[in-house]
């Protein structure tokens, strides 16, 4: 159980920053936040593209990583605190 | 952990303090501004009307938290009257309503604690810093014990109303001169109602006594007599600020948008150390709206836990202190979000939006009650039925129509969420958590796929150098190993 507990905890977090951290770029890219589509050569016309991927690998990780965290803590329940 | 029933230990006294710690709390200092800004000096009107109009859905607030004194207030009506979606809705919206009164009481301190410290020192820009701080504070003593931030605030409470109270008789003896005829483009008919769709939420906390049902004492008697003496009081005190507060200062000084219009007129009227005693009161109204408001979000939010619409988990309640800490923690997560928004006018009326909509279906869930159980006792109940509440309903709907546009498209946006969570409880949890484990897996799959066209040198659309490849492509497989593990234990979870 305890091992359980430990993997489900560290690849729901792990999950939970990657879908932070494409978020965060997302952001970073749209508003060019230290020129990173230069630096990148990244088109305008594909940034559009760029974010609705991010966003959707960003959401989809986040629920994901949720989902495991939640059983972490149901986990928690059921041995108590 | 703990799962107890809270004890009925509330009088009439504290029932109504809970019910002017919500109501008499930030509101009257930080809306007063913009509201005089759309209605300018018929805001005494405006107020007025306002109060009347809360009145009509307050006393269905009477009848139904007499009858169904249970923890979740509205949410808990709308169960029992209708179950299913509409019950759902009905929390859902007074879950939002609650969550952006929070962060507009985080905001409203931050401004006024912001008066007394130099801008070189912390700059204006940084109020989120200190909207942040003190939620983080409430949450904390909320967490340590509720009892005792509750006695706090029925002292704080009196203290204010006093204050108001000093405030006003000060105005009168100042000597008043009401200006209905200021030279000022403010105020033009076409804002009348948006003024008082907008200050609607002077009036909002009082349902905290609804919401908080289940632990006040002899609740056929003491709640009806809490909610209609909580909204008389704040009638007559809102209407008096409002009046002294126009009669001493010029319509665009208070209407000006980081204005504290009430320091201000206690500067005109009392000098420097008025102005001191409104902002000292001003923090103290926002740190005692937000610790009620704290309440307020963990009964709601363990009604629909409670019910299966959010996880069970955030029904626990902490071993040693007693207290709904996961829940308390999960809301102050989303006060400190929409606080970052950093807009009054904005925050304010997204709240308003969804307690307009939950006041709607509050008077519905009664009509429906009178039919649907017509023998359920009822120590109070509405005059003039069923006149009265058609009159909420339709004033409700009508007072959105009037709702700030940006507010409205986020409102729209929540209650999608709040349909999705719904799908979700519907469809099973274990179903969806399968899917999204399938999806993650199908992620993990194409995010290998990606570290193999970049790690045999496939051309990438970006301009990366030998030495950012490399990483990519590290990182790429370091996320499809995460996401296809995650898939694989989603998938075979037990539910």
Known sequence: MKIRKFVVTFFGVTQEVIGALAIVFAYVLYYNILDIRINLEIPLEHVSVYLLLLFVFGFISILSGFFLIRERLELEGEGGL | ?495
Not at chain 2, 16 to 34: D, H, K, R, T
Not at chain 2, 252 to 261: R, V
Request: with cysteine.
């Open chain 2, 1 to 495: 952990m703990n799962k107890s029933k809270t004890p009925r230990e509330l009088g009439l006294f504290q029932a109504v303090m809970i019910g002017l710690g919500g109501a008499v709390g930030i509101e009257i200092f930080v809306l007063l501004n913009y509201a005089t800004y759309l209605a300018g000096p018929r805001i005494v009107l405006v107020l007025f009307v306002c109060g009347i109009i809360n009145l009509l859905t307050m006393l269905s607030f009477c009848e139904l938290g007499a009858a169904i004194p249970e923890v979740g207030g509205e949410y808990s009506y709308a169960k029992a009257a209708f179950g299913g979606f509409l019950a759902f809705l009905t929390g859902w919206f007074r879950w939002i309503s609650n969550v952006f009164g929070a962060a507009l009481a985080a905001l409203g301190f931050a401004y006024h604690f912001l008066y007394f410290v130099p801008t070189n020192i912390i700059p204006v820009d940084e109020s989120l810093l200190v909207a942040l701080v003190a939620v983080a504070i409430i949450a904390v003593l909320t967490v340590l014990s509720i009892r005792g931030t509750m006695q706090m605030g029925a002292i704080i409470v009196i203290a204010f109303i006093a204050v108001f109270l000093v405030f006003i008789a000060a105005g009168i003896l100042h000597g008043l001169e009401l200006k209905l005829s200021y030279p000022t483009t403010l105020g033009e008919s076409s804002n009348f109602v948006a003024a008082v769709t907008y200050t609607f939420l002077m009036f909002l906390g009082m349902r905290a006594i609804a919401a908080g049902g289940a632990v006040v004492k002899k609740p056929g008697k003491n709640i009806p007599r809490a909610i209609i003496l909580s909204a008389v009081l704040l009638m007559v005190l809102y209407c008096g600020i409002a009046y002294v507060t126009i009669s001493v200062v010029s319509l665009e000084e208070i209407a000006a948008p980081t204005a504290l219009p009430l320091s201000i007129a206690a500067k005109e009227i009392l000098g420097e150390a008025g102005a001191i005693i409104l902002t000292i009161a001003g923090i103290v109204a926002a740190l005692s709206s937000l610790s009620t408001a704290i309440m307020v979000q963990s009964s709601i939010t363990r009604g629909l836990s409670r019910d299966g619409y959010l996880p069970k988990f955030l029904l626990s309640t902490h071993r040693r202190f007693k207290t709904p800490h996961i829940v308390i923690i999960f809301g102050s997560i989303f006060y400190i979000l929409f606080a970052a928004t950093g807009v009054v006018e904005f925050v304010g009326s997204v709240a308003a939006f969804a307690s307009l909509l939950g006041f709607a279906l509050v008077n519905l869930s009664l009509m429906k009650l009178r039919v649907k159980k017509p023998y359920l006792p009822r120590p109070f109940k509405v005059p003039l039925y069923p006149y009265t509440p058609i009159a909420g309903i339709l004033v409700s709907l009508i007072l959105l129509i009037f709702i700030e546009p940006r507010a409205f498209s986020l409102g729209i946006g929540l209650i999608a969420l709040g349909l999705l969570a719904y799908y979700v409880k519907m469809v099973g949890y274990h179903r969806i958590r399968i899917a999204f484990g399938g999806v993650s897996l199908g992620i993990g799959g194409f995010t290998t796929f990606l570290a193999y066209r970049v790690g045999t040198g496939f051309t990438v659309p970006l301009a990366l150098s030998p030495q950012l490849t490399t990483i990519l492509f590290y990182f790429l497989i370091f996320v499809s190993i995460i996401s296809i593990l995650a898939g694989i234990f989603n998938i075979v979870s037990k539910g």
